[in-house]
């Protein structure tokens, strides 16, 4: 019950699936503007 | 493999079986369903604390191998009486050992080679803490046969239990065993994190992947063979909650924990705090109960360093911060501004990435992939992050899962409002770390595939990141045990100076020295650590300690150089020998040692060449 709410919030898929891209994005292929790419104010590196 | 690696492993051996000799003593205080392991590993812990405790104790007045020797020897020996009845049930495998095989065969893995890796002298320059202090205090300690803050590196003023173990290795005769002591506190910690995972029932198998992430997380691995002591003071910490998470009759046992938590750091007392208010909110432990109980043995087993500060240096945390300073030292105690630049230096290594709430929302995605920016180069791969919130919010109805949140939280404050280091918070990413196990399970036992690919690809791929980070971190070292070439090759790169300490260090003529102060703080510097004879520093090279007061300067020292009673100078400047009493004796391009004139002494120049071609048959 409790994860069918988690799943409403936010789909664990998709959010696994972020943290992921994140991490290949950013460790894996330098790309430290990632969050340019996402609309999200710059975090720098 | 050469004699100095094997008598590290007894060293570090030794110490270990001197440490069971408390078996069977705060395990007590554990559920009946915790496993042997658990019960060893705290056990072993309270060994290692009250030895350390005890040996601190002593050796503030007499600190030597006439008394420390035989007391660890007989340690041992009833650690090894003890073990004995242990040893048939640690072999007993788990019936489901093939799936966690995996898991703890990275682990093991992992272990190894810092093991390995661990066996490589102590190497590197002023920007090491581990050596310019962690080693440093121990090192002089020894020498001097009395555990005593240095006046000229503030930080071996800071509480030591850890420190004292390294100090028993040297007086045991061994430079390489204190990273072997990092390697046993690293073990506690895995198997602590096993522990907490199980306590929260997550399955055996998903602790056991949490365990092989934490052991391939770099921020945890990289420090623990390089003399930290985060890793011991996580491990303490995490035996707190663990034994606080146990029930009422575990309130002693979680106040020794606590206790030695900050007798390994000073931010022990604030893991200890936070543990305090954790216990009182969501535990139910009564307030009386904690005042009566935890207070006193906390205070007991914590307060040896702080005391021995308050009573040699006038204030119980040393450097004082600004209120600690007004309230325990008078104005005239120090110069004024005296330790500005050690806590101008605290600010500029615990910046991160900012503070303010906007940083503080944005902190647990700029944390987990900027660790970078806070001083934690490598990071500690994804699964506090993505398996966290799944793990928190699942089991959010249970009390231990509300204090450790709580725990984390609290922790993670009040580090973000101070001093923003990476490795200051691994206590509360380790913590996450076990929270996290109850999302990964869920993650893997769910019935969609692609959450389940997803969940292994979160798990796998920052672990293979991990590995070749540690991989590539530690290589060196390795490769430094393999030939005589690749040892030098590594110990030039590594150690500034190392043909002069080797005169230094070799030479009978040389009974103390006098170190100077760079010319600026952006110039290389001796590190004191690998001087065998006694030294005097004019300044201490991070922080700015005046040692010699009123000599403020290289050339008031000079000057005085009978006055100080040294026989040489290491400097890396070229002085004029007509202004002081000094003859050059040894030069190399890092460096110059002059020697202190004798009356009757005729003045001597020599090169490094003309020193090799007279040393030669």
């Not at chain 2, 506190?185 to 992947?209: H, K, P």
């Not at chain 2, 007004?326 to 501004?337: H, N, T």
Request: aromatic fraction near 12%.
């Amino acid at each position: 019950m409790a994860m069918k709410s988690f799943r409403v919030i936010i789909g664990i898929e998709w959010w696994l699936a972020y943290v992921l891209v994140n991490f290949v994005a950013i460790n894996l292929l330098s790309i430290h503007t990632v969050s340019n790419l996402i609309k999200l104010p710059s975090w720098g590196h | 493999m050469l004699p100095a690696e094997i008598w590290a492993i007894a060293v570090a051996g030794l110490i270990l079986l001197a440490s069971f000799a408390f078996l069977g003593t705060t395990s007590k205080a554990l559920n009946p369903s915790a496993s042997l392991a658990e019960r060893m590993t705290v056990d072993g812990l309270t060994g290692l604390g009250a030895i350390s405790i005890g040996a601190f104790a002593i050796g503030c007045f007499n600190f030597s191998s006439t008394w420390l020797q035989p007391a660890l020897g007989i340690m041992a020996l009833v650690g090894v009486f003890r073990l004995r009845a242990h040893l048939p049930k640690v072999w007993k495998l788990a019936d489901d050992w093939r799936l966690l095989a995996p898991p703890l065969a990275i682990a093991s893995f992992v272990v190894l080679l810092l093991a390995v890796a661990g066996l490589t002298e102590p190497a590197g320059t002023i920007a090491h803490d581990g050596i310019y202090y962690h080693l440093l205090g121990p090192v002089v300690w020894v020498r001097t046969g009395i555990i005593k803050p240095l006046a000229d590196c503030f930080p071996t003023a800071y509480p030591s239990l850890v420190e004292t173990l390294f100090a028993f290795c040297l007086i045991l005769k061994s430079k390489i065993a204190p990273s072997l002591i990092g390697v046993i506190f690293f073990v506690a910690l895995l198997v602590l994190v096993w522990s907490c995972c199980r306590v929260l029932e997550a399955g055996r198998q998903t602790s056991a992947w949490v365990v092989a992430a934490v052991a391939l997380a770099p921020l945890v691995n990289c420090t623990v063979i390089e003399y930290f002591v985060d890793v011991p003071l996580t491990v303490f910490a995490l035996a707190a909650l663990r034994f606080a998470i146990a029930g009422p009759s575990a309130i002693v046992a979680t106040a020794v924990m606590c206790g030695f938590a900050m007798s390994t750091k000073y931010t022990g007392s604030i893991t200890t705090a936070v543990t305090l208010i954790s216990m009182l909110v969501f535990l139910g432990k009564s307030p009386g109960l904690l005042i009566g109980r935890f207070l006193p043995v906390v205070c007991f087993v914590g307060c040896p360093w702080y005391l021995r500060n308050w009573i040699e240096l006038g204030v119980p945390i040393y450097p004082p911060p600004g209120v600690v300073q007004r309230l325990f030292m008078s104005a005239s105690a120090v110069p004024a501004g005296y330790f500005d630049e050690f806590f101008r230096f605290s600010a500029i290594k615990g910046g991160g990435m900012g503070g303010g709430f906007g940083n503080l929302i944005l902190l647990p995605y700029q944390f987990t992939y900027f660790t970078d920016n806070f001083a934690g180069a490598g990071g500690f791969g994804l699964v506090p992050l993505a398996f966290g919130p799944i793990g928190i919010w699942q089991s959010r109805q249970r009390p231990e899962v509300k204090f450790f949140v709580l725990w984390a939280t609290l922790l993670t404050l009040i580090w973000f409002v101070s001093d923003r280091e990476a490795r200051y918070l691994i206590p509360g990413v380790i913590v996450l770390f076990v929270l996290a196990s109850k999302g990964l399970q869920y993650c893997f036992a769910s019935v969609k595939r692609q959450t389940r690919v997803l969940a292994w690809s979160v798990l796998l791929i920052p672990m293979i990141y991990g590995l070749a980070y540690l991989i590539s971190v530690d290589s060196p070292r390795v490769l430094a045990l393999l030939s005589a070439e690749q040892r030098a090759t590594y110990f030039e790169k590594n150690v500034l100076g190392a043909d002069l300490f080797a005169y230094i260090n070799s030479s009978d003529e040389v009974r103390s020295v006098l170190v100077t102060a760079p010319r600026s703080n952006s110039w290389p510097t001796f590190v004191a650590y690998y001087l065998d004879k006694p030294y005097v520093r004019v300044r201490g090279e991070l922080f700015g300690e005046l040692p010699l007061l009123p000599i403020r300067t290289n050339e008031e020292a000079l000057k005085h150089v009978k006055q100080l009673g040294v026989t040489h100078v290491i400097t890396e400047k070229n002085l004029d020998v007509s202004s002081y009493p000094l003859h050059l004796v040894f030069q190399t391009p890092i460096g110059r040692i002059y020697q202190v004139n004798k009356d009757d002494v005729k003045v001597e120049h020599a090169t490094k060449s003309q020193l090799d071609e007279r040393s030669e048959p």
